[in-house]
C-alpha cells in the first residue's frame, strides 16, 4: 500500500495556516485538527474537525480536513462526502479536488476519478501531478473497457482477448478452491463478487506502479501480471490465493492492521510450506522485528522484501497454529474497529505481543 505514506505526505503540505478567524475556540480546533493530520493521526484530526464543524458548518476548508483525517483513517466513503462538500461550498478549492480524485480513484470509481481531474486540470493549469494521474486513469478505463469478463459466483475475472479466455477460466476455478479453502480457515466468506483484472506485465506494473517484485496487487481489485503463468499452475494458484486473502482481511479491517500481519497472513495462506520462509530467514541472520513491519512493504529492496515477507508469514502462521485461524479473523475485526493492537492481541491471542514476539523461535 504505498498510498498511505504519501497521505501523510500531502496532509503535511496542506497544512496551511488558515485565514484570521474570529471564533479564537473555532481558530484554536481548526489548528489542532490540521497539526494532528500533519502528525498522520487521523482520530484525533476528525474529533477537532467535527468539533469545529459544529460551530462553523459551511466551512469548506473544515469540511477539507475532516475528509483529509477520514482519508488517513481508510474511511474513503466518508472522505469523498466531505471533500465534495467542501467543493460544493468553494468550487475553487483545488486541494479537496486533488485528494476527491484519489479517493475516488480508490474507491474504484475510476469514471468519476478522471471526470474530477478534468474539472482539476482546468481549474488549476498548473499542477504538475494531476496531467500524469489522468493519463494513467485513462489509460486503465480504455483497457478496462476492452476487456472481456469471465463471470463466477465469488469473482469476476476481467481479461482483454479471446487467446486469455482459456486462462481466465483456469483463474476463476483456481480464485474458487482459494476461497473453498481459504473462507472456512478465517470464517469469512465475502458476499460480493470479488473483481480480479489479469494484465500483461507492462500493464500491471503501469496502472499498478508496483515495485518491481511485486507478483499482484489488492486495491479492492484484484490485480495480477500474467507472465506466462498458464503453464505454472502451482504459481498461479499462490498469487491468487496470497491476494484473495488481502480481499479478505479488507473484508474483516478497513484500516488500522500492520502490513506483517496483512502480508503475513496472505502468505501464510497462499501455499502450504514455509520451508523457504525459514531458510530466508536464517540466511538473513535472524528475523526483522515486526515492529520495523508496520507500514508498507513497497520501500523495500526485492532482498528485504523476502526477508519481511518471510518474517511476518512465519509470525502469522505461529498465531494460526496457536490460536486458530477465527482468532486471528477476529483479531482483524477488532483493529478494523479501531482497537489499539496491543490490547486486541492480547485478548484474541491470548498472550501478550510483547511475550509473542520475544517467544519468536523461526
Ligand atoms: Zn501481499
Excluded: C
Amino acid at each position: 500500500m504505498p498510498g498511505f505514506a504519501r497521505w501523510v505526505l500531502i496532509a503535511t503540505l496542506a497544512a496551511v495556516p488558515a485565514h484570521a478567524q474570529i471564533d479564537p475556540r473555532g481558530a484554536l480546533l481548526e489548528r489542532t485538527g490540521w497539526e494532528a493530520i500533519a502528525a498522520g493521526q487521523g482520530a484525533a484530526a476528525a474529533k477537532a474537525f467535527r468539533e469545529a464543524l459544529a460551530a462553523d458548518p459551511k466551512n469548506a476548508r473544515l469540511h477539507l480536513g475532516a475528509g483529509m483525517a477520514a482519508a488517513l483513517e481508510r474511511r474513503d466513503e466518508d472522505a469523498r462526502d466531505s471533500f465534495e462538500r467542501a467543493l460544493t461550498l468553494d468550487p475553487k478549492l483545488i486541494r479537496a479536488r486533488v485528494l476527491l480524485g484519489q479517493v475516488q480513484y480508490r474507491l474504484g470509481a475510476l469514471a468519476d476519478a478522471i471526470r474530477t481531474y478534468e474539472q482539476l486540470i482546468a481549474d488549476a493549469p498548473d499542477d504538475l501531478d494531476a496531467p500524469a494521474a489522468l493519463e494513467r486513469w485513462r489509460r486503465e478505463a480504455d483497457l478496462h473497457d476492452r476487456m472481456q469478463r469471465a463471470i463466477g459466483t465469488h469473482f469476476t475475472v476481467s481479461f482483454e482477448g479471446p487467446a486469455e479466455a482459456e486462462l481466465a477460466a483456469q483463474a476463476l476455478e483456481s480464485l474458487d478452491r482459494a476461497y473453498w479453502r481459504i473462507g472456512p480457515l478465517l470464517g469469512v466468506y465475502p458476499s460480493d463478487p470479488i473483481p480480479v483484472v489479469l494484465y500483461t506485465s507492462e500493464q500491471f506494473r503501469d496502472i499498478t506502479r508496483s515495485p518491481a517484485w511485486a507478483a499482484g496487487a489488492y486495491d479492492g481489485t484484484i490485480r495480477v501480471p500474467m507472465r506466462g503463468a498458464l503453464d505454472q499452475s502451482a504459481e498461479l494458484d499462490r498469487v491468487l490465493a496470497h491476494e484473495f486473502t488481502h480481499a479478505l482481511v479488507r473484508t474483516l479491517a478497513s484500516r488500522n492492521v500492520p502490513t506483517w500481519l496483512n502480508e503475513g497472513l496472505a502468505t501464510a495462506l497462499e501455499g502450504s510450506d514455509l520451508e523457504w520462509a525459514r531458510k530466508d530467514v536464517r540466511a538473513a541472520g535472524g528475523a526483522a522485528p515486526l515492529d520495523a513491519l508496520r507500514s508498507g512493504f513497497g520501500r523495500f529492496s526485492g532482498e528485504q522484501a523476502q526477508v519481511a515477507y518471510a518474517t511476518s508469514a512465519l509470525a502469522v502462521k505461529r498465531m494460526l497454529d496457536e490460536a486458530g485461524g477465527v482468532a486471528v479473523a477476529n483479531l482483524l475485526r477488532d483493529l478494523g474497529g479501531g482497537a489499539d493492537f496491543d490490547s486486541a492481541f492480547l485478548h484474541r491471542m491470548q498472550r501478550s505481543f510483547a511475550d509473542f514476539q520475544a517467544g519468536a523461535a523461526f
